[in-house]
């Protein structure tokens, strides 16, 4: 009879396991504490929602609808898509509970994976993590601000600082459809492929966020957004920076910045990081002011931001920096004896209850082995307990640095312990 064969990830989802997880899990609580300082209440989101809310929220036109999502009928042969991006999502959420009706904005931050059905590289997974915030309900230049400064606030608090903040507005109403036509009438008299030109009559800002060598070329000097704003749309955009300036955030200005989401409308950006090659963007994001109009909602503003967690980790490997704690517990226990590991189980559970993080030597191993599972613990301090403790009333605290040790009674280790690892 055969092995089995053994089993691995699906080809472009990653794993983050011990040690390395606590890169990640430090960099998702990092970027999400800036959101939580800034009021900003937490939302789950389901993992799949209805085809629909995605091909009308994100756009029939964009990348993510027409070749990325994970689409499938269910057994009700209903047609569900797992989640590409956090927004639209966010967006049902806030319309179907009536969060909309309340005090505005409404304020939400979420975490968790995203799917998009991409080619695997560095940088670039089919399932990705992103730590996302959505303000909805007040068009306000100095919200705009605030939701660009939680971004970067996020990354400078992991002590990232090898990026920068692009900038530019998308227009609104009041001037895209003039803007549309110029850029149509541009596009149109280039020697586009089918595909090209079929997207350019659906969606003409799309065309400049072509990758393809020959058509940048073709499309450099075609007319920008930013030159033929309206009145309204560049005091807004201008009223943004200058809140910007007033909070300290640097950025650049980017006029041919073209998010890959249908969405967007006036303020538009997005953090790069040159460290990255290719897959340079660590998160972006923009105002919303059509959507929940669009899905069936009031007629009222949005704007938000979507980090990639993967790709931040990469940005502080590329600056040689981490941000994951130097060890995982504290405090490692080893007992020698049957009523030593006893004893020790319920100390260790008293010290987790102080808020101290303790392991235990597991399996009746040696204390040579024991000592060795502390040492690659990371802990600071290991308690030893045997028999000749247990007949005196006390254990054996020993400083793993140093190798220091002393003797405190059982009932006093607690405390003890709580006055050295918070010192």
């Known amino acids: 009879m055969s092995k089995a064969s053994t089993f691995s990830a699906p080809k472009g989802v990653p794993d983050y396991v011990p040690p390395q997880s606590a890169e990640f899990v430090a960099v998702r609580d990092g970027l999400t504490r800036a959101a939580r300082l800034a009021g900003y209440g937490h939302i789950e989101l389901p993992i799949f929602e209805d085809t629909a809310l995605f091909a009308r929220g994100v756009g029939e036109s964009t990348d993510v609808v027409s070749k990325e999502m994970y689409t499938f009928a269910d057994r009700g042969d209903r047609s569900v898509t797992l989640r590409p991006e956090g927004t639209a999502g966010v967006m049902r959420a806030v319309i179907e509970h009536n969060l909309d009706r309340g005090t505005l904005p409404v304020k939400v931050s979420y975490a968790g994976p995203f799917f998009r059905y991409e080619r695997p590289q560095a940088g670039r997974y089919r399932q990705l993590q992103q730590v996302g915030v959505e303000a909805i309900g007040i068009d306000d230049p ?10 970067d606030a996020g990354f400078r608090s992991l002590g990232l600082d090898g990026f920068r903040l692009e900038i530019t507005s998308l227009g609104d109403d009041t001037c895209r459809p003039q803007y549309r036509e110029l850029l149509q009438e541009f596009l149109f008299a280039l020697p586009l492929d089918e595909e090209t030109r079929r997207r350019a009559e659906i969606n003409p800002l799309r065309v400049l966020d072509d990758k393809r060598e020959d058509v940048r070329a ?7 957004m930013l030159d033929h704003l309206s009145e309204s749309c560049k005091a807004h955009f201008d009223e943004v920076l200058a809140h910007l300036d007033a909070l300290g955030v640097p950025y650049v200005v980017n006029p ?40 069936g909602g009031q007629p009222l503003s949005g704007i938000g931001f979507g980090i990639g967690v993967d790709r931040t980790v990469l940005a502080l490997a590329a600056e040689g920096k981490s941000v994951a704690p130097p060890a995982r517990v504290d405090v490692f226990c080893v007992p020698m004896g049957a009523e030593a590991k006893g004893k020790l189980v319920a100390i260790a559970h008293q010290l987790r209850g102080s808020g101290i993080r303790v392991d235990l030597a597991y399996g009746n ?6 000592m060795k599972a502390a040492d690659k613990s990371g802990a600071a301090f290991a ?3 045997g028999e000749r403790e247990l007949e005196e009333g006390v254990v054996v605290l020993k400083h793993l640095a140093t190798g220091e040790q002393e003797s405190v009674a059982l009932d006093e280790v607690v405390g003890r312990l709580g006055t050295l690892v918070v010192s």
């Open 383 to 385: 308690l030893v307990l």
């Open 218 to 224: 073709m499309t450099a000097d075609a007319p920008l």
């Open 256 to 295: 041919r910045m073209v998010r890959g989401l249908d969405y967007y409308t006036k303020t538009t950006f997005e953090f790069v990081h040159d460290g990255l090659g290719a897959q340079s963007g660590i998160g972006g994001g923009g105002r919303y002011d059509g959507l929940m109009e669009q899905l």
């Open 142 to 151: 100095a919200l705009d601000a605030e939701v660009i400064a939680i971004a």
């Open 365 to 370: 191993r040696g204390v040579k082995g024991s």
